[in-house]
């Protein structure tokens, strides 16, 4: 069994930044790619970033490109989102989430493993 621990949300306002953390107890940390996604009350989860589990391949949800890195230290077995230029709709519980491969989806349904989410909120 795999437990993803995330940390690093909290309240920021617009325009802010925060990073997130989210560390995983696995010895096959970097055979895996992993991913981020979000939930705003009321709304379904959304994909928001994911990295391959060499850390050599990216891909981000158009409405953060650009605001948002995604990294890892798969020394650390942790995987990192570095949120820049932050704003009132990026508010939600950020979950990470470990893929059923080392490449990354998009999808919920690509990722086998889930963080307990941790609550990021953005004020005007």
């Known amino acids: 069994q795999v437990q993803l621990v995330e ?6 306002q617009a325009g802010g930044s925060l990073r997130l953390s989210c560390a995983a107890s696995e010895r096959t940390f970097s ?11 009321g709304k379904e989860r959304e994909f928001v970033a994911t990295i391959s589990g060499s850390g050599g391949g990216t891909v981000y949800a158009d ?9 890892r230290d798969n020394a650390k077995n942790t995987v990192y989102l570095q949120m820049s230029s932050l704003k009132p709709e990026d508010t939600g519980v950020y979950y990470c989430a470990r893929s059923r491969a080392g490449y990354g989806y998009t999808s919920t349904s ?13 004020s005007s």
């Open 7 to 12: 940390n690093g949300g909290g309240l920021v």
């Open 31 to 41: 055979n895996y790619a992993m991913g981020w996604f979000r939930q705003a009350p």
């Open 63 to 71: 409405s953060v490109k650009g605001r948002f890195i995604v990294s």
């Open 110 to 122: 690509g990722y086998n493993y889930w963080g307990q989410g941790t609550q990021v909120t953005v």
